[in-house]
């Protein structure tokens, strides 16, 4: 099989990551990482055995495939150049800053038959991949996600920072639109919005409650998802799975009314997961498990909580 010539567009922090997983793939050729920043993009090519550029526009031609880890600002100029030249996108999220800009790119990548990705990376944590299988039409769904503060990534609020993740994972879970959203948050330690609390109700009456925070003393990935005679708790970071059932006969012995079972996972790699999926939809010419389609819908649904959010002064 021919190699898949691959760049990482953007290697900073998270870009770097994206480098490291494509040079370990089989059948992937890490042809070049690309930054602004000389010295940080001859780095992270010194490491890994590449090409450093910094202007992304010399690879138009040289690739087939490319991670885009740019600031979220930046997202549609490079996403659109490259998707035009014919290469296939794993875009980090949020994917664009606006709706007609990912309707632009998602028309874009279906017209020329190119794989497009969004990097909602929680989709690929084996403790969410196990759900999956066990849900039936959940009922009520409680997340939160907190961090401690970092000056990364504080050029957009905390709502398409953090609280996207967990967004797009409960859209995914929920077979059904959403009705209203209403959120509180505050600005704490930047400009825009540090900590907020969403409330999403769907049209088949499912309610989500979704809490995130970058101004935290500690760190928690957590979310219960609660459906008839159950509820299952996921610890994102534990990558832990705990199920929690109705007995049959709950009023026999009510001591043991309810049934409890833990999966853990032990090390994951959800990056070179998603990675892995984003490569294979390319060869096996099929959807990525983050389409453009449920990026635009993470995306449209935070905007609409950002637009309903009170702020607490």
């Keep these: 099989m021919k190699p898949l010539r691959c760049a990482v ?12 997983k494509y040079a370990k793939i089989p059948g992937c050729e890490l042809v070049a990482v690309v930054d602004s920043r ?17 202007d992304y526009r010399e690879l138009l031609g040289q690739v087939d495939a490319v991670s885009i880890v740019v600031p979220t600002q930046a997202h ?7 998707l035009r030249a014919g290469v296939h996108v794993l875009v980090e999220k949020p994917m664009t800053t606006t709706l007609a800009q990912a309707d632009e790119l998602i028309a874009l990548a279906a017209e020329k038959g190119l794989v497009l990705a969004v990097g909602h990376l929680e989709r690929f944590n084996p403790a969410a991949l196990a759900l999956e299988p066990l849900l039936d039409d959940p009922r009520f769904i409680d997340s939160s996600r907190l961090a401690p503060f970092k000056p990364r990534a504080t050029d957009v609020s905390v709502l398409l920072d953090l609280m996207i993740h967990d967004v797009d994972l409960i859209l995914s879970l929920v ?6 959203v209403d959120c509180s948050g505050a600005r704490v330690l930047t400009n825009d919005i540090d900590i907020a609390n969403a409330r999403i109700r769907f049209a088949n009456g499912c309610v989500a409650n979704v809490t995130a925070s970058r101004v935290s ?20 970071q534990a990558r832990t799975l705990t199920t929690y059932r109705g007995a049959v006969d709950p009023m026999a012995a009510p001591e043991n009314a309810i049934e409890r079972h833990e999966q853990s996972f032990g090390e994951a790699d959800p990056l070179y997961s998603e990675i892995v999926d984003f490569v294979d939809s390319i060869r096996q010419q099929r959807q990525p498990k983050v389409t453009g389609r449920a990026g635009r819908r993470a ?3 935070v905007q609409r909580i950002t637009e309903a959010t009170r702020l607490i002064s």
Aim: proline share 0%.
């Design 217 to 236: 003393a500690k760190s928690e990935r957590k979310m219960r998802v609660f459906q008839s005679q159950a509820c299952h708790s996921l610890d994102f």
């Design 175 to 180: 077979d059904s639109e959403v009705e209203s």
């Design 299 to 301: 995306l449209e649904a």
């Design 38 to 54: 000389q010295d940080v993009a001859d780095a992270v090519a010194q490491s890994l055995g590449c090409r450093a550029v910094t």
């Design 76 to 82: 549609y100029a490079v996403c659109i150049e490259f």
């Design 9 to 20: 567009i953007g290697v900073g922090y998270l870009g770097k990551f994206h480098a490291q």
